[in-house]
């Protein structure tokens, strides 16, 4: 029923709320009981947060963010990523917490869009994402 509504308010005129209907059937009802709720999943989640966060040296932790280019070590002023969080206890298995960073990634998502120029460079990635080399 929600996946059904959600593909309707485009047609309304109402993409925003179809985006956030649609992120979020995707994040509870099919990621939360795949991944998220799996105990080991969510503590290894934590603890590269937790070690992120607090410059922790292990070798492997690293920020958790969706990269709207495809090099997802995009670095730079205006590089095209959004962060889901600086906080050490943050937890990316958390259903609210991460609608947050779901739904601050697909505002952004949706301003590169709509940039003149930003939008070729966001397409161009898509395309290169979809037809690896």
Same mark, same amino acid.
């Given at each position: ?9 485009? %047609? ?17 009802? =099919? ?8 105990? *080991? #999943? ?13 410059? =922790?040296?292990?070798? *492997?932790?690293?920020? =958790?963010?969706?990269? #709207? ?15 889901? *969080? ?9 259903? %609210? ?11 952004? #998502? ?18 290169? =994402?979809?037809?690896?080399?």
């Amino acid at each position: 029923m929600v996946a059904r509504n959600a593909r309707r308010t485009p %047609d309304a005129g109402n993409i925003a709320e179809g985006v956030a209907l649609l992120a979020r059937h995707e994040q509870i009802n =099919i990621l939360q009981p795949a991944m998220y709720n799996d105990p *080991s #999943f969510a503590l290894l989640m934590r603890a590269n947060q937790f070690a992120w966060a607090l410059h =922790i040296p292990t070798g *492997s932790a690293r920020e =958790i963010q969706l990269a #709207f280019a495809n090099k997802c070590t995009a670095m730079g002023a205006n590089a095209k990523n959004e962060r889901f *969080s600086n906080e050490p206890l943050a937890n990316l298995a958390d259903p %609210d917490q991460r609608m947050a960073f779901v739904m601050r990634a697909a505002q952004r #998502f949706d301003q590169l869009l709509r940039h003149p120029l930003q939008k070729y460079d966001v397409e161009n990635s898509l395309y290169l =994402i979809a037809h690896p080399r």
